[in-house]
């Protein structure tokens, strides 16, 4: 069991940033990939980012990429989502979720055991 605490979320400008965390407990954290999705209203939980368990590996999803960054330090047990240029199209609940390392790197929600509650970011024009 993994339990996973995401936190940094807010209320910014359009063209700001925020710094997204997520804090993870029990099970050896290096053990996981880490992915953050978000989830806009009324519309389903898409993927924005994925990390391999080394750091090594990462993927984003074309609406972010260039303005978002995702990190994880495995001697603090947290993956990070750094977030700049941020337009309203971003305002979402975002979530980290992980996975074993025993499966591929996946863009698909399906493929994550284990959830945090999720962080609100609303971005205003």
């Known amino acids: 069991q993994v339990q996973l605490v995401e936190s940094g979320g807010g209320l910014v400008q359009a063209g700001g940033s925020l710094r997204l965390s997520c804090a993870a407990s029990?099970?050896?954290?290096?053990?996981?990939?880490m992915a953050w999705f978000r989830q806009a209203p009324g519309k389903e939980r898409e993927f924005v980012a994925v990390i391999s368990w080394s750091g090594n590996t990462i993927y984003y999803t074309d609406s972010v990429k260039g303005r978002f960054t995702i990190s994880r330090d495995n001697s603090k047990n947290t993956v990070y989502l750094q977030m700049n240029s941020l337009k309203p199209e971003d305002t979402a609940v975002y979530y980290c979720?992980?996975?074993?390392?025993?499966?591929?790197?996946?863009?698909?929600?399906?493929?994550?055991?284990?959830w945090g509650q999720g962080t609100q970011v609303t971005v205003s024009s």
């Open positions: 029990g099970r050896t954290f290096s053990y996981y990939h």
């Open positions: 979720a992980a996975a074993k390392t025993d499966r591929p790197m996946s863009q698909r929600a399906v493929e994550y055991a284990y």
